[in-house]
């Protein structure tokens, strides 16, 4: 016990190998980011090629929101089942051709299905990266683990706006469907040749194996859909995504058309402001994921820990009320930026609530519910963003609810696990997997 005590508190010395896996699923959620912010990328153009109203784009946008949620449904459970390995590297190769499909596709029907078979392969990432940070991370470095790999959405939202007004501009909109979306088969041959899991990995130390396995060993069971949904902690986790994951899916869709519409900002001009925001976010997913990881490594509680860190975010978050007010344009980034940030500290807090309150074989299908309801919420918010700028146009109300969506959502975590505790199965649970 001592030994393995002292190996657990010099884990940085132990080895490395964990790291490359982390960064691994950093450059899988960066090309899925990359893939996903295309479209809202060209929007402004787009609507004036294609002939595209607002409250059109907000349905195709919703098909990407409603395959997703299936998606995540099927592949959470899939993830569990046949493992990372074959079933991150299947979807990867799904969404990549929906991403290059989109350049097929003549009227906003044509966008709808586009969208609809990219959000379906596209939702394997985030419960792929996070059952492999629970497989790959002791508890105390999850949260930083998922920061660094979260990060990858900012650094995909980051690199698109560099890349793809110049793909369209010097080529075509078509080419920069094709030629991002073809980004993901490089990842390919660094995912098949590095990685596996922790007990069949040729790269991975023995000292750095019992690190990974050093938090209390956790029983081989699987665990219906039916079970989990019979408890709170796997509520807790859904209810979360369910309230704050549609309002990134707003920033990700729709801030282009927010700096276009507010400030005139065009295609040519978009990168700058993009890059901006997403930079900052970058900070908060690593400096979210880092903050809580840190609190532990002091002593403190995972609950004390995670949910101090959680409200600090959601603090953050406040200041996104004056974006649609203020009258410049660098103020209005900034301020978007913030709250990008504190959404992503956020985010990477709640993916390891998960494999905080369940068994390795459960977190895929955990995430997968929750992502699940996350995607609901962001179909619904973009009819409702759609209705809204359609009838009234004015980003003022939505901005509102964006401010104050994150302290409404930590108040239903804290009601449902007020301590985080690991769900409890009993046998009979069990023994119907």
């Known amino acids: 016990m001592a030994e393995t005590t002292a190996t657990a508190q010099t884990g940085a010395r132990v080895g490395y190998f964990r790291w490359v896996v982390c960064g691994l699923l950093f450059l899988g959620t960066t090309v899925n980011y990359v893939d996903r912010q295309v479209l809202g990328l060209l929007a402004p153009d787009l609507r004036r090629i294609i002939g595209w109203n607002d409250v059109e784009y907000g349905y195709i946008v919703t098909a990407f929101s409603a395959a997703y949620a299936i998606g995540l449904l099927l592949s959470g459970r899939l993830l569990d089942r046949i493992g ?39 939702a394997a990432n985030f419960p792929a990266a996070i059952k492999s940070v629970a497989e790959w991370f002791p508890k105390k470095e999850r949260a930083f683990a998922t920061g660094i790999f979260n990060a990858g959405t900012n650094v995909g939202a980051l690199v698109a706006p560099l890349v793809v007004p110049w793909l369209a501009l010097t080529f075509s909109w078509q080419w920069a469907f094709i030629m991002t979306g073809a980004f993901g088969f490089t990842w390919l041959i660094l995912w098949f040749w590095l990685y596996d899991p922790p007990e069949k990995s040729r790269f991975l130390t023995k000292p750095e194996f019992d690190y990974i396995r050093s938090d209390p060993a956790e029983p081989p069971v699987e665990v219906p859909w039916l079970s989990l949904a019979r408890h709170r902690q796997t509520w807790a986790f ?133 992502g699940m309801m996350g995607a609901i919420g962001g179909m619904l918010i973009s ?48 023994s119907k997997a």
């Not at 590297?89 to 906003?108: D, Q």
């Not at 200041?319 to 103020?331: G, R």
């Open 84 to 122: 990372t390995k074959l079933g991150y590297a299947a979807a990867l190769v799904f969404w990549s051709v929906a991403a290059m499909a989109h350049a097929l596709a003549r009227t906003p029907l044509g966008f709808g299905a586009a969208r609809f078979a990219l959000g379906l392969g596209e």
């Open 238 to 370: 859904a209810l979360g995504k369910f309230m704050t994951d549609p309002i990134w899916w707003f920033y990700l869709y729709w801030v282009p058309s927010f700096l276009n519409q507010k400030f005139g900002v065009t295609l040519q001009k978009m990168g700058p402001p993009l890059v901006v925001i997403y930079l900052i976010a970058d900070v908060g997913s690593i400096g979210g994921g880092w903050l809580s990881s840190a609190l532990i490594k002091r002593g403190w509680a995972i609950n004390r820990a995670r949910k101090t860190t959680m409200l600090c975010m959601a603090l953050c978050v406040m200041p996104i009320v004056l974006a649609a007010t203020v009258d410049d344009m660098w103020t209005a980034v900034l301020l978007l930026g913030l709250a990008c940030a504190a959404h992503q500290g956020w985010s990477a807090n709640m993916f390891t609530i998960a494999s905080d309150m369940f068994p390795r074989r459960a977190v895929g299908s955990v995430v997968g519910f929750g």
């Open 383 to 430: 009819i409702v963003v759609g209705e809204i700028l359609q009838r009234t146009g004015s980003y003022v109300p939505i901005f509102f609810m964006a401010g104050f969506t994150y302290l409404a959502a930590l108040g239903v975590i804290h009601l449902l696990v007020p301590r985080l505790e690991p769900a409890r199965f009993t046998d009979e649970e069990i």
